[in-house]
């Protein structure tokens, strides 16, 4: 018993040992997932071409940022999943090179992978004696090198040129009032300080007097010359009287590279003035220092070595990762002096970690400081000072060239010289701010270009800062020519489009605006370059995300005469055909842009999709197989290739391909492109098929989709802002896991939801022909689920006679409708081939019910239920007992269409009240909020039940004559839907995530209004 005793103590006291940590569990998963984040970002980076700059954060999106704090863990995966959705595609863009806005770097790949390796180190480079701080003197080493600084000077990292600006202010200060003032402060010192620098100097050099003690007022602001340089001989004035009325001058700060123009002031002369009068001279150099890389730069910043300190930034025009700002500091013993201090837990030490005296912490305020040296070390390593310098040159030349257009355009007006990189002008009208306000904003909005404004003598200016090493020729012509055909269309327009944006509720609806806008002066173009086919195609787009979808199509085959070849228009054409149903012509798109584009997946991932819907398994395979032997990665053809294998009976490879596909995306928010804000969905959806359709009746006009993928959807998953929830998943057969996973969903939000997955889960064919089988007025078919062994058995006779079976039989694999793997088997003979014909371990066996009627030909009746109600959608007639509506002999026989016709339009009358009851009780019954019955018509005038559930389509009817009688039924139902749907939305209107539900129904009842004219 002792033994057992002291185990059990040992086992406790290991326990209680280990330490609670913040490692993953398991290092190889987490390996995988952290390689996996690499790859998103070198993504991100590659492929940023393809995105727009900055585009508006939309409302779901930023109440998603209003959650509380977590207090229960998250697996990394989904935390990153939300990083991909919810904060990339919302960033600044400054790595993009139309990103012209700011002052912004635009970073390098290298770059980020050194603040990766930084990050795993997690240096503190406040001081002691590891090899991170000597990274950071090295560096600063360099930078001395740079800009010709003696042996002496000291520098530092700082979080950028305002922080480095501070530094520099408090040395002046503490230079000139004597190194007691840390002690005293500033009011102990009767000595009234003054500084002085340009009227364009930075703002920031403003708030370092203020926190330095000195105050704002103290800094003088000094004319400048045409140039927008510092005038000196005024500076050399202010000084004068300045000392006159008992002021102590004691810092001059010189620009390299001002905020609004880039201008250089005279750093030499300068530096010759503050040599004269015993003032400290500090150059503001925020991106223009840089310039010294620069062999075509460089001689304009003459002076700046014999500055007293310099500030910059390496993450401007260094093109290092933000943060990475320095401070230059001549006299090493000064700079030490003003911000030194020794508290006996910082004790120096000779030898160990405590060595390596003096610390960074002893040059700065921070004690606690990243190794920002880090990025900044490998950026000059593996680009050299010489590329940089290049790249610098590049975008002064790109201003340049900005500044030729300019002058060639009578519309366009410069504002100011163009020193280096920056390029300030305007549209010439007589509303020039408003007119100039307003193009910047829709610029920005349309995502191709990203400018910002300044104020130039009293004028608004359009501000081009071009710093991007990843910038064009074609974003500076494509700046141009859109300001260009924006400045026209406001200037013509009788309302002015600022008045009107500021009326706008969200950001969807002034993205939708600003596609307007860029549809506009894309138009504009077009009619100046009329054969570009780049022009051609973006006018396509537009088109088509402003929901001008006929006349997009007309556009992609314009497109397509010039240019047979273009991918963008073949894939594009061809999935607006493939959703209004023009499969023939969609699939020939498909074809040839595989036939031209054989090695993009994207193609093959089309092509392989249609010919999955059209029933051709094996070729579709060959498609998806494909695409994964160019990008073994590419989702698409994963999740083609899972739905096919589950048909093809494989489900082993198919739930490999199934987690390839959907693993670590159960969330996915699709494009919303309606002119008002929309109202916001969860879709439940199915990754082993059994969806319902649901695009035809959630347009993407009037609602914003975000679609869970419920079987890889985690409970600690937050879910998005969203005011209904659709569960789109209709088949209670062979989704029942995602049915499992969407109870889990429902459970997590207090959203009205349609199709609740519980009754859902169950209408399958079993349960339903049970369930219904005591409705009056309803004959349900016998069906049970029998294994293909029990089915090939010797006694499968005596298995089918015990339950109550009779030939003939219908035999259907589970999971399929329409009369796919479905067989009537007239004889007990005929059974064995029949199995071993369809896919399968289980089948279901279903008792036949004769629906034919006196003609000797078999009638399907479907009726909708939605929101408690029957509507009629058709009746298919055939000769054949598998009776499809597509596949019926409904064209060819117009007294076939005609008693369609008088079901549509008389569906009491032509069912009778046996049926209708029966219909009614089967919708109470099933309470499924939308669904369909199909079923036959006994002798009797009672319903013949084939099935009833949530999987049945309503597909808007082919453009044709013959077909028109049926138009107005589907209106129906469409209408009734979509006022089910805002009335449900209307119930969950909650101000607490702020959407407004107004907007979305006059988005709905935009899209009733047109149902007709979008059908044909």
Known sequence: MSQVMGTENQSIDSAADAPITLDPSNWKVFRRQAHEMLDDMVDYLENVRKRPVWQPIPTAVRTWFRKGVPVLPMDLDRVHEEFMQHIVPFAAGNVHPGFMGWVHGGGTPVGMLAEMLAAGLNANL????????????QVVNWVREIFGFPEGATGLFVTGTSMANLIAVVIARDTELGFQVRRDGVAANSRRLAAYGSSAVHGCIAKAMDIAGVGSDALRKIATDSRHRIDVEALQQAIHNDRRDGFTPFLVVGSAGTVDTGAIDDLAALADLCQREKLWFHVDGAY???????????????????????????????????????????????????????????????????????????????LSRGFHALKTWFTLKVHGIQTLGAVISQTCELASYLESLIAERAELELLAPVELNIVCFRYRTEDSDRINAQIVVNLQECGSVAPSTTRMKGALAIRAAIVNHRTSRSEIRTLLTETLALGRALQNEQSP?????????????????????????????????????????????????????????????????????????????????????????????????VGYHPDRPSCRANLGNLLFKNGEREAAREQFEQALRVDQNYRPAHAGLCFILDQLGDPERATWHRNKAFQNRCVVITPYRGEQPPITVLELVSTTGGNIRTDDFLSDRAFQRILITTEFYDPKTVLPPHQLVVNAIGEADGAAAALAGALSVVAHTDAPVINHPEFVLATGRCEIAQRLSDVPGVVTARTRTLSRE??????????????????????????????????????????????????????????????????????????????????????????????????????????????????????????????????????????????????????????????????????????????????????????????????????????ANGLNIQSAKNNLEIETETLASVAT
Not at 505 to 526: C, F, K, N, W
Not at 841 to 850: A, C, E, K, N, P
């Open 497 to 593: 489009r600022a008045g009107a944006l500021e009326m706008e509720e969200t950001p969807e609806a002034r993205q939708h605006t600003g596609m307007q806008v860029a549809l506009q002066h894309v138009e504009a173009r077009l009619s100046v370059e009329p054969e570009s086919i780049t022009l051609m195609f973006q006018r396509a787009c537009f088109l088509e995300q402003t929901g001008h979808l006929q006349e997009a199509r007309d556009a992609y085959r314009d497109l397509l005469d010039h240019e047979p070849s273009h991918l963008g228009a073949l894939n594009n054409l061809g999935n607006l055909l493939l959703k209004s149903r023009e499969i023939p012509e969609a699939r020939r798109l498909y074809e040839l842009a």
């Open 790 to 991: 029990q089915l090939l058995a010797p006694q499968a006779a005596a298995t089918l006679a015990s339950l109550d079976f009779r030939f003939p039989l219908l035999l259907r694999t589970p999971g399929f409708h329409g009369g796919e793997n479905f067989i009537r088997v007239e004889t007990l003979e005929e059974l064995p081939a029949a199995v071993s014909e369809l896919p399968g371990d289980d089948l279901f066996v279903i008792q036949y019910l004769d629906a034919r009627g006196a003609d000797g030909k078999s009638r399907k009746y479907r009726v909708m239920m939605i929101d408690g109600q029957i509507y009629p959608l058709h009746v298919a007639i055939s000769g054949d007992w598998k009776i499809h509506y597509f596949s019926a002999d409904m064209a060819d026989f117009p007294e076939h269409r005609a008693e369609d016709a008088d079901f549509l339009t008389d569906i009491r009358g032509v069912l009778g009240e046996c049926a209708m009851a029966a219909l009614q009780q089967i919708q109470e019954t099933l309470r499924l909020d939308y669904g369909g019955i199909d079923f036959g018509l006994s002798e009797k005038g009672e319903v013949l039940l084939f099935e009833a559930n949530a999987t049945m389509a309503v597909l808007v009817p082919e453009k044709d004559p013959r077909w028109d009688y049926r138009r107005p039924a589907v209106e129906k139902i469409y209408r009734t839907l979509w006022t089910m749907l805002k009335r449900k939305a209307t119930v969950c209107q909650s101000s």
């Open 288 to 366: 223009g220092a840089l310039g010294m890389l620069a062999a075509d730069i460089a001689p304009r910043l003459r002076g700046i070595e014999r500055a007293d300190s310099l500030a910059f930034d390496f993450h401007k025009w260094g093109h290092v990762p933000y943060d990475a700002g320095f401070i230059l500091v001549r006299d090493g013993q000064l700079h030490q002096q003003s911000f030194e201090s020794s508290p006996a837990y910082l004790k120096r030490e000779v030898r160990g970690l405590a060595a390596g005296a003096p610390w960074p912490c002893d040059f700065g305020p921070d």
């Open 126 to 137: 406040g001081g002691r004696d590891h090899a991170p701080v000597e990274v950071e003197r």
